[in-house]
């Protein structure tokens, strides 16, 4: 199994950047699909990103495609959010997932492994 650690969350102005990372102790880090995920207040939490095993592949949310870019580094590893032209509506708590679902999946089902997240705050 693994264990998701998340970092880099913090409070940026609109149209600003922010890079998460995602440690993730364990075995086997490759053998997994990552996602991130986020859940702003009062509202449930949301797909964000997901990444292939070998990171050939992502998948994205519509609302952040060409802003978010995912990535991973499977000797560190690890998995990073980059995320540009951030906007107000983007402030929430932001999760990384270890799963072993489909090369990518959104489906927060398909995660075992969660990491406590990290606060990103976007201000207008």
């Known amino acids: 199994q693994v264990q998701p650690v998340e970092s880099g969350g913090g409070l940026v102005q609109a149209g600003g950047s922010l890079r998460l990372s995602c440690a993730a102790s364990?075995?086997?880090?490759?053998?997994?699909?990552m996602g991130w995920f986020r859940q702003a207040p009062e509202k449930e939490r949301e797909f964000v990103a997901t990444?292939?095993?070998?990171?050939?592949?992502?998948y994205y949310t519509e609302s952040v495609k060409g802003r978010f870019t995912m990535s991973r580094d499977n000797a560190k590893n690890t998995v990073y959010l980059q995320m540009n032209s951030l906007k107000p509506e983007d402030t929430a708590v932001y999760y990384c997932?270890?799963?072993?679902?489909?090369?990518?999946?959104?489906?927060?089902?398909?995660?075992?492994?969660w990491g406590q997240g990290t606060q990103v705050t976007v201000s207008s």
């Open positions: 990444i292939s095993r070998s990171g050939a592949s992502t």
């Open positions: 364990g075995r086997s880090f490759s053998s997994y699909i």
């Open positions: 997932a270890a799963g072993r679902g489909h090369a990518t999946d959104p489906n927060p089902q398909k995660y075992d492994y």
